[in-house]
């Protein structure tokens, strides 16, 4: 079963936090998954509407030492492909899409350049 949660940018703080996404409106908040005593339950914070995305999947990046990363809807992903050998980024914006259908067949590296709310000028590259 594919695992729901979402990350956005913390109003306040300006960094990211991850956890589940439960309140959209006016202003969405994000309240982490682990439960923490010290704080005497579980954190919540309020993010900027735009930079809120879910979770795709965890993508290898299949360089030369196989490495994950966690990849949300808004990353830019760097694809190297075989035959013919080529680089080109992927925005991730439908979850629903499959990873061959949304990197092509004959991936051979995968990697994480950035995200589209930090690093815009990554989509004129």
């Given at each position: 079963?594919?695992?729901?949660?979402?990350?956005?940018?913390?109003?306040?703080?300006?960094?990211?936090?991850?956890?589940?996404?439960?309140?959209?409106?006016?202003?969405?908040?994000?309240?982490?998954?682990?439960?923490?005593?010290?704080?005497y339950g579980y954190q919540r914070w309020e993010v900027i509407p735009e930079s809120v995305g879910q979770f795709y999947m965890e993508l290898q990046t299949y360089d030369n030492e196989v490495q994950s990363f966690?990849?949300?809807?808004?990353?830019?992903?760097?694809?190297?492909?075989?035959?013919?050998?080529?680089?080109?980024?992927?925005?991730?914006?439908?979850?629903?899409?499959?990873?061959?259908?949304?990197?092509?067949?004959?991936?051979?590296?995968?990697?994480?350049?950035?995200?589209?709310?930090?690093?815009?000028?990554?989509?004129?590259?």
């Amino acid at each position: 079963m594919r695992e729901i949660k979402f990350r956005g940018i913390e109003l306040e703080s300006k960094n990211w936090v991850y956890g589940s996404l439960i309140n959209f409106d006016p202003i969405p908040e994000i309240q982490e998954n682990d439960y923490d005593e010290g704080a005497y339950g579980y954190q919540r914070w309020e993010v900027i509407p735009e930079s809120v995305g879910q979770f795709y999947m965890e993508l290898q990046t299949y360089d030369n030492e196989v490495q994950s990363f966690d990849a949300y809807e808004g990353d830019i992903i760097e694809v190297g492909r075989y035959a013919p050998t080529e680089y080109y980024t992927v925005v991730i914006e439908d979850i629903r899409k499959t990873p061959d259908n949304l990197f092509g067949s004959s991936v051979v590296s995968r990697k994480l350049l950035g995200n589209i709310y930090e690093n815009p000028e990554l989509l004129n590259a």
